[in-house]
């Protein structure tokens, strides 16, 4: 299956994939499951993507399958200068070829920008990573007529039947990709194998895309139509078996493009990761700050249009072993100076969010030692998730940020979002520590010796962290 792109507002989606004709005919039993939450805590993930090439080829108009041999140089270079920190996984993204093998057995994705899934899973295993997967267990890729394992049924027995399913908008003309509907038998077993299958390869992590799409048929504050929407109960239940069985196979979730509805009481309830800003596009501080700066929309995607305030609008939901929020990707050559480089690495690693690299071998030039500070990559490591003094995103105190690492040091970060000169101080007492703690400075790599009080002047867009400990 080739490429097929998807124009919204002028902004050019790639699906990745051609989805096959809708067929008739499938069922619609009620079978619902017990919601089973989280109850463990997984650490937000440091990885790379594919994300700049696929983005580079759909603007270009080119090819958006990478070649074999840059999959490799990229592969070469994440294992030589990122793995060292942390980063273990090669992830796939939209865009490139999708597409499913028929002789399988099953209608699951076999390949990727027409690179067999294995070959690529042992090309990352060879450099002591691991390999992700951009896929959706509510997407068929293969034969409608394929048996789902275990059950009676086909895959055809999944799709939409406008006798018995109801649907958001049915008088759309069809969906952007070829939905099951998880309340028709068989769903739950299709789910279960596509987790089955992935971990059967290697691959333990899913990053699941669309599901606003899915859930409401809607893209974006516009309102426009781009499918028939399976509603809030249908995707309820698809996170239940999704959750089910992502937890039977010990497979890390990563939901992508959701309506976070009810202040995401679906997705906090189900997900591993949630995705809480709209897509990176082509990064730099539009992405980390500016887009759309305090533009909140509630029950809908995108809910935030920045990094800074999705993460300060999302804070109440993170922390731990509860969901972790998902930034999208960093591309840490897309920024105008080294204090934003430092901010927007900071802010994520704050925030307890994932650091996903999309920066290539050819394109990061001298900036990848801004993901390589192994003093602010401790707070990953550690599962540290810090939260604002603030979740108003027009108060100053929004822009401080602090929390506990599990030997009691404290970490706070002041940042400065304006395009000017700021000041920003905050008190230890106001953290609730009496006296003076140790402080040291985790970009500069400097003690400062003991304070009462965390103070800087800020440049444009620029941050402080300073990581707190007892005195001895």
Same mark, same amino acid.
């Not at 050019?12 to 051609?18: E, Q, Y």
């Not at 027995?157 to 109801?166: A, E, N, Q």
């Given at each position: 299956m080739g490429c097929s792109d998807y124009s919204i507002n002028g902004g050019?989606?790639?699906?990745?994939?051609?989805p096959e004709d809708i067929p008739d005919n499938p069922d619609n039993p009620d079978d619902p499951v017990t919601p089973t939450p989280t109850g463990k805590t997984k650490r937000a993930p440091l990885y790379w993507s594919v994300y700049e090439y696929g983005r580079k080829a759909e603007i270009a108009g080119t090819d958006c399958n990478m070649?074999?041999?840059?999959?490799?140089? #990229?592969?070469?270079?994440? +294992?030589?200068n990122l793995l060292p920190y942390g980063y273990n996984m090669i992830c796939t993204d939209g865009f490139m070829t999708m597409s499913g093998d028929d002789n399988a057995g099953h209608t699951y994705m076999t390949s990727y920008a027409n690179i067999p899934l294995t070959q690529l899973v042992?090309?990352?295993? +060879?450099?002591?990573?691991?390999?992700?997967?951009y896929d959706n267990p509510l997407w068929v890729h293969g034969s409608l007529d394929t048996p789902i394992e275990g059950t009676k049924y086909k895959v055809?027995?999944?799709?939409? %039947? &406008?006798?018995?399913? /109801?649907?958001?908008? &049915? #008088?759309a003309t069809g969906d952007l990709f070829t939905w099951i509907v998880p309340s028709h038998r068989g769903a739950k077993e299709y789910i279960d194998g596509f987790f089955k299958y992935y971990k059967s390869i290697g691959v333990g992590f899913i990053r699941m895309d669309f599901m606003c799409l899915f859930e409401d048929g809607i893209?974006? !504050?516009?309102g426009d139509v781009v499918g028939r929407g399976y509603g809030s109960a249908e995707y309820k239940l698809a996170l239940q078996y999704i959750k089910?069985? +992502?937890?039977?196979?010990?497979?890390?979730?990563? =939901?992508?493009?959701?309506?976070?509805?009810? /202040?995401?009481?679906?997705?906090?309830?189900?997900?591993?990761?949630?995705?809480?800003?709209?897509?990176?596009?082509?990064?730099?501080? %539009?992405?980390c700050s500016n887009r759309y700066?305090?533009? =909140?929309?509630?029950?809908?995607?995108?809910?935030?249009?920045?990094?800074?305030?999705?993460?300060?609008?999302? !804070?109440d939901i993170t922390g731990k072993g509860k969901i972790i929020a998902d930034g999208d990707f960093t591309l840490i050559h897309s920024f105008d100076t080294d204090d934003e480089c430092r901010t927007s690495i900071s802010l994520q690693l704050m925030a307890g969010g994932p650091i996903a690299v999309a920066d290539q071998y050819n394109t990061v030039g001298d900036r990848v030692k801004f993901y390589q500070n192994e003093e602010m990559l401790a707070l990953n490591a550690d599962g540290f998730i810090g939260k604002p003094l603030a979740t108003d995103y027009k108060d100053g105190n929004s822009q401080i940020w602090w929390g506990k690492m599990p030997n009691g040091d404290v970490v706070v970060a002041l940042f400065n979002r304006e395009d000017r000169t700021i000041s920003r101080g905050v008190e230890l007492s106001q953290l609730g520590i009496s006296g003076t703690m140790k402080c040291r400075d985790l970009w500069t790599h400097t003690d400062e010796g003991e304070v009462s009080k965390v103070s800087a002047s800020l440049p444009a867009h620029g941050c402080k962290v300073v990581r707190l400990s007892k005195p001895e």
């Open positions: 050019s989606f790639n699906t990745g994939w051609t070649p074999l041999e840059t999959w490799q140089k #990229n592969i070469d270079w994440v +294992a030589d042992e090309m990352c295993k +060879a450099k002591g990573l691991s390999l992700g997967i055809r027995s999944l799709l939409y %039947d &406008p006798s018995k399913d /109801h649907v958001k908008n &049915p #008088n893209f974006g !504050s516009g089910e069985a +992502a937890t039977k196979y010990d497979v890390f979730t990563s =939901i992508v493009m959701p309506n976070m509805k009810n /202040h995401g009481e679906n997705e906090t309830q189900y997900c591993d990761m949630t995705r809480i800003v709209a897509d990176t596009f082509e990064g730099g501080w %539009d992405h700066r305090g533009g =909140i929309s509630l029950d809908q995607w995108p809910s935030t249009n920045n990094q800074f305030d999705g993460f300060i609008y999302w !804070s």
